[in-house]
């Protein structure tokens, strides 16, 4: 439901104590022969490698009613391509143990290709043929779709994705951000072959792509591969840029009746976008609110002291044009009161004292510490990669990054805290049957 | 780490690589390489090093689940899971996921029918520390009232959110009660919502005394450290720790099972009908264990991608279902389950998508797998072995998960080999064995019609 790219955002440098330890990752920018610009991290102990792929512009650029177009085509393109057929092409993918995916986002289409090292000459040749030349045959379309259609039925009650999907509405109405990235029964529906065609002619271009790749490979290699697979895309993509939006945030409360014995909230404030000077401020307080598994407040106060959640956190969500810091709870239905006044305590809590010294300490060397630690597959690797492209981060940015979030003071924690944390604007959507809890309508907008 | 592929050169690294993908053989050719010992008082310890980056994961696994409970008292050993995070006389509740924290690690822990493990990831400097930390809770836990009041209320809310909320959740417990007649994977992991109710201080403490000793676990250290270095700090931390007597691992046995069973639920919030049907089947440890590592081939061929049997006829020719496949896992200590499951076309029955798959499997029962499935059947599961190795967190976890249901270090350094010798008469006479309607139950879930 919710793909940000923050989830891909990690580290190269642990920081023990006073130490500081550089991880033995030597990023390469590698240019190919045609052109073709990649990042690469040399891995040679595993005789495999990772690519990780990402083009600018996702399913909010999906036209109205046709809302979903980006996900079924992610289901699509390794169902046939070149003069491979669907059965064709699957056998292929086994019978060299490649295995290709791609999804859509709001904001990016994404790819992975996972390939042993003696196959990768095939491995990029599939993916281009996936990339440049996917054949959209009647009977895969059908299939796939079907199989879409079915998620989104299976989903429809699912309390989970009643929430996500209502939420977004509320947040972005009227937005592209609004609408439910793998869209409705009757979105999916509309999409035509020639829709998938105008996708593929369109939205992949060598100007929107960044490309992370990990692995057994070395960049002389690594620039005949990327030819392969990604000479053919044409030089610029035709994607519109969707419009920058603040998400609602007048203190609306949805209810969503429903008749299951938990139910499970939402809620969410404008929050900060990646390349916000404050944005590492956001992520340091978000951490102590309830970013942290073990630590934060929001687990202390709601899960180990009341016994009121098994899942209660809170996150930073930045999106190309917009931003949101959001939250929820699964909690029984007749302690739903209690915990959105206790998170919402918390919220001005924070807000109004700022966070201790020991919360900012711990905030800090968690923060600088997991991007290392999360290192630990060259997938993970190479979508780090991906990010630092993405935000145009640089290739000194990881080692910058440690120095960045040092310099971050209890102030600069307790300004962003008072811009971001409006305990009375949230957004928030309970789904379930909960008691003493009643819809408000909030402020109108303006 | 596969040694002799870092230290030859690159051309050659690549031409040994194909030989333990492509052909078979290499007797020498330990996957992880994995260094084991055991300290007098019973742990086993075993380490996977791994070097790419100054990362080490430790975890520790119990061999005792789900499976080892008490009746009346379901549930105890995921609600002991819960309350290891409650701190020591001497690391209070709060300072081990703190120090985690501090290097940017994380943490958590899972429990099974057969195993419960704890695990952190930290910075390879940090796992003195965790491995104190560890060493200490398996002994010195210490637990108030207010805690396992508090913490027994979070197990219900994280019962209601996974299956409470959760209609094909409710239903998978509903059809595990009729699969087994006795054996104990009847029983949800979680325990039933009254049985939680009923779980005290007492309970969980006799849990730990029982179960919770060196000779009872398995200490897996896989990343940024030698034996030299991790073998003193072991010592130093869970060397002193006594072993104590175990109790047998008793586990009720299941009995000949004679009668198919059909098992329906209707849900309002079930907006999809599904199909499925599951056979009692051997593990690698129970049954007739030889059928084991042949059903993981008969599992592909016959549902395990698109290309399998089961999709292509039900999905891609017949389109009476919009998604079928199969499932089965060889792990585990005691009788698992082989699963073939349809999702219906819209239009199209239970009924009607059952009588698809029984043709299938019948078609493959009379003619056998093809020496193309069986080649593409093996190509994947040893690509999978080179993949493993990318991931540190997943290899712990293969061994903890191995050495906690009867499984060797062995077992798991040669799966390649085992692969290899998989043969298609094998891959028949497991189908043979396991395909047998008495001792499998079909179950059906789907929408609540409108109320007229």
Do not use: C
């Not at chain 1, 610029?236 to 840029?241: M, R, T, V, Y």
């Amino acid at each position: 439901m919710l793909r940000p790219f923050a989830s891909a955002l990690v580290a190269l440098f642990i920081v023990v104590g006073a130490t500081t330890v550089q991880a033995a990752t030597k990023i390469v920018p590698v240019t190919s022969p045609g052109g073709i610009k990649a990042w690469l991290v040399e891995e040679h102990s595993i005789p495999m490698l990772a690519l990780e792929l990402n083009f600018r512009g996702g399913a909010s650029l999906d036209p109205d009613g046709k809302e979903g177009l980006s996900n079924l085509l992610s289901g699509l393109l390794d169902e046939g391509a070149g003069p491979l057929d669907s059965e064709a092409f699957q056998q292929r993918l086994q019978d060299l143990a490649i295995s290709i995916n791609f999804s859509a986002s709001r904001d990016s289409f994404s790819g992975s290709l996972r390939t042993l090292t003696i196959n990768r000459d095939a491995a990029f040749d599939l993916l281009g043929l996936a990339l440049t030349q996917p054949r959209f045959d009647a009977e895969p379309v059908a299939r796939i779709r079907d199989q879409v259609l079915n998620g989104i039925r299976s989903r429809s009650e699912d309390p989970n994705t009643i929430v996500g999907n209502t939420f977004f509405r509320l947040a972005f109405p009227g937005h592209p951000y609004g609408r439910p990235t793998n869209g409705t029964m009757e979105s999916v529906a509309a999409v035509t072959t020639d829709d998938l065609k105008r996708f593929i002619a369109t939205r992949f271009g060598r100007d929107n792509l960044v490309i992370g790749v990990v692995g057994d490979v070395t960049p002389e290699e690594l620039g005949k591969l990327l030819d392969r697979a990604f000479a053919k895309l044409p030089e610029k993509a035709q994607i519109a840029q969707v419009a920058e939006v603040v998400p609602q945030a007048a203190g609306r409360l949805e209810l969503v009746r429903k008749d299951i014995p938990q139910s499970v909230v939402m809620w969410g404030l404008p929050g900060i976008k990646r390349d916000d000077p404050d944005y590492f401020a956001a992520v340091l307080m978000n951490f102590v609110l309830g970013g942290s598994t073990f630590n934060s407040r929001l687990y202390s106060e709601i899960r180990e002291k009341r016994g009121l959640a098994y899942s209660v956190y809170s996150s930073v969500v930045p999106f190309e044009r917009s931003s949101l810091l959001m939250g929820g709870v699964g909690t029984a239905n007749e302690r739903v009161k209690e915990s959105l006044d206790l998170m919402r305590a918390e919220i001005r809590n924070i807000a109004d004292k700022g966070i201790t010294d020991e919360e900012l300490a711990l905030a800090k060397t968690y923060t600088i510490g997991a991007f290392a630690l999360s290192l630990d597959s060259n997938a993970r690797i190479a979508q780090t990669l991906l990010s630092l492209q993405i935000y145009n981060l640089g290739l000194d940015y990881l080692d910058k990054r440690a120095g960045i979030i040092n310099a971050i003071t209890k102030a600069d924690v307790q300004r962003i805290a008072q811009k971001l944390l409006r305990a009375d604007a949230m957004t928030v959507v309970v789904v379930g049957d909960p008691r003493d809890v009643v819809p408000a309508a909030g402020k109108p907008p303006g | 780490m596969m040694n002799f592929l870092l230290t030859t050169t690159r051309r050659l690294g690549l031409a040994l690589a194909a030989m333990l993908v492509l052909t078979a053989s290499p007797a020498t050719a330990k996957i992880f390489d994995a260094k084991t010992y055991t300290l007098p008082n019973g742990l086993q310890v075993v380490l996977i090093e791994d070097h790419r980056a100054p990362v080490v994961t430790q975890m520790i696994w119990y061999k005792a689940g789900a499976a080892d409970e008490k009746i009346g008292k379901g549930g105890i050993a995921h609600f002991l899971e819960h309350l290891m995070f409650k701190g020591t006389p001497t690391n209070p509740a709060g300072v081990f996921s703190q120090l985690v924290a501090r290097s940017g690690g994380r943490e958590n822990a899972f429990t099974a029918h057969d195993y419960t493990a704890y695990f952190q990831t930290v910075a390879a400097d940090q796992l003195d520390n965790v491995l104190r930390l560890e060493a200490d809770r398996m002994t010195n836990l210490s637990l108030t009232k207010e805690q396992v009041d508090s913490e027994r209320q979070v197990i219900l809310e994280e019962r209601r959110q996974v299956v409470d909320n959760n209609p094909s959740s409710q239903f998978s417990e509903q059809v595990a009660a009729i699969q087994y007649l006795s054996y104990p994977y009847r029983l949800p992991v979680i325990g039933w919502e009254h049985e939680i109710r009923g779980l005290t201080r007492d309970d969980a403490l006799e849990w730990v005394r029982t179960w919770y000793t060196p000779n009872n676990a398995v200490l897996v250290i896989a990343g940024d450290v030698t034996l030299d270095q991790l073998k003193p700090m072991v010592e130093k931390y869970y060397g002193p720790i006594p072993s104590r007597p175990l109790p047998e691992r008793f586990r009720a046995e299941e009995p000949p099972q004679r009668a198919e069973r059909r098992i329906e639920m209707e849900h309002p919030r079930v907006t999809q009908t599904t199909w499925s049907r599951s056979f009692l089947a051997p593990s690698y440890a129970w049954g007739e264990k030889q059928h084991a590592m042949p059903l993981s081939f008969l599992v592909e061929i016959l549902g395990g991608s698109s290309t399998s049997r089961l999709y292509r006829a039900l999905v891609v020719e017949q389109k009476i279902a919009v998604s079928a496949g199969a499932y089965y896992n060889p792990g585990g200590l005691g009788p698992n389950r082989f699963g073939v499951y349809a999702v219906p076309a819209q239009g199209k029955t239970p009924a009607e998508v059952e009588a698809a798959v029984r043709g299938v499997i019948e078609n493959l029962m009379s003619t056998g797998v093809t020496a193309e499935e069986m080649t593409r059947a093996r190509t994947g599961m040893l690509a999978e072995v080179v993949y493993a190795r990318d991931s540190v967190q997943g290899a712990a976890r293969i061994f903890g998960a191995a050495l906690t249901t009867g499984r060797s270090i062995e077992d798991v350094e040669t799966y390649a080999e085992q692969v290899n010798a998989v043969t298609a008469d094998q891959v028949n006479a497991a189908g043979k064995a396991v395909f047998d309607v008495t001792k499998s139950v079909v179950s059906v879930l789907r929408p609540r019609p409108p109320q007229k």
